[in-house]
């Protein structure tokens, strides 16, 4: 079996272990077979350079809608959420199917491109199950739902039940999951919860706004208007208290929760977060964030937290890409003070970790989890700019 050594000055094995000058070595089906020191003299008998980056797992995207591809660039950034789900609701265009299976299959090209080896996705039909029965990466599905009242909330578990069922049938690993906080009501939760307890995992967008936040807190706000005022909808969703209830509760189950956004997290919510949710990992999606409310979560608060952070792209309706380095390249340009190899652990063994993806996100031998290079040439400033990602192996074998 044919092997192939890489060398790089910084070679990020797992947490806490970061060679300096190292060789990874990776076999043609993609298994590690060596991770160890090398010298510059060692390098060049082997006829190897030691290049200037990071050698790294695959990227792991823990928040994605990989059927939304094809909504590229129709979007205004700005606003705030509700200003978002407004052009959401005005866009009533039947688009073509093999439109939309074209724009897709390009998102899982984008995918390799970008060294992601598994992801996260939020569906809302199974319109992906034609791709990912046979994909290069690993995935979890999560159908979401949503429904703010009682009757509007029983038609979409009844929709989703479905949804679901096609995706068990074609083979994919798939589970229900709530979409947000404002967008949920009692019944839906209740209706929802035999499928949740019996899930490992789910996933919630939390936090997104500040107007989620004057939602959760006081009833009221823009995201409240929209719904009951604009669109004459009644609005049964849970409060804050009875939202943090509902998740102490699955995180007594130790469930693994994707908190995704937490732009708006305060710090209370955030304590709630970290004592009641163990396992509860919060994936912000920078140029989401920066789409959509405008700036990012604070990231000095979540570490100093100690609360596990992974990198998400959400979909290209509010994101310019689906790259997890420009997601990366984005948190360095404001928070520039955080190593670079932190940043490269969320992409990699944190997003693993919350998405319970085993194998994945250590260079560990005898493990597949892909393997990228990343070019870094003001990595001695602490800095991605310029920074490129080029992937060496993905889950199967060798990049070409």
Sequence with gaps: MEVKHYAAQNVLVKRGELLRNGVVSVAEDGTIVNVAPITEEEARR?????????????????HTHSELSFLDGLFLPGGSMAAF????????????????????????????????????????????AFFKK???FRSVTFVEMFGVNRTLGEEAY????????????????????????????GRLWELMRPQLEASPIFSLHYAETAQEIDFLENRAGAIYDLFHRDWGRDVEAYGLKDMESLLAYYG???????????????????????????????????????????????????????????VGTDSLSSSPSLSILKQLQVVNTYYPTIP???LLLWA?????????????????????????????????????????????A???????
């Design 252 to 310: 007594a189950l130790h469930k693994h929760i994707l908190l995704v956004h937490c732009v708006s997290l305060t710090p209370a919510m955030l304590e709630f977060i970290k004592t009641s949710c163990p396992e509860a990992t919060i994936v912000p999606c920078p140029e989401s964030n920066l789409f959509i409310e405008g700036r990012l979560a604070d990231y000095d608060r979540l570490r100093a937290a100690g609360v596990r952070i992974a």
């Design 134 to 136: 046979n994909e290069l």
């Design 340 to 342: 670079l190899d932190e």
């Design 85 to 128: 789900l407004r052009q959401i609701d005005a866009m009533r265009v039947q688009f073509d199917a093999d439109l939309i299976r074209t724009a897709q299959a390009k998102g899982y090209e984008t995918f390799a491109k970008e060294g992601i080896v598994a992801y996260a996705d939020i569906s809302n039909d199974a319109s992906t």
């Design 46 to 62: 082997q006829g190897l350079e030691i290049r200037e980056g990071y050698l790294c797992a695959g990227f792991v995207n823990a």
């Design 394 to 400: 993905n889950l199967r074998g060798f990049c070409l």
């Design 348 to 392: 990699t063994q944190n997003g693993a970790e919350g998405c319970k993806f085993e194998g994945l996100g250590c260079l560990e031998v005898g493990s597949r989890p892909g393997l990228n290079f990343i070019k870094t040439p003001y990595a001695n400033k602490g800095s991605l700019a310029k920074a490129t990602v080029e992937p060496l």
């Design 158 to 185: 009844k929709v989703g039940t479905q949804v679901l069922r096609e995706f068990q049938e074609a083979g994919v690993t798939a589970y229900m999951t709530p979409h947000a906080t404002y967008s949920v009501s």
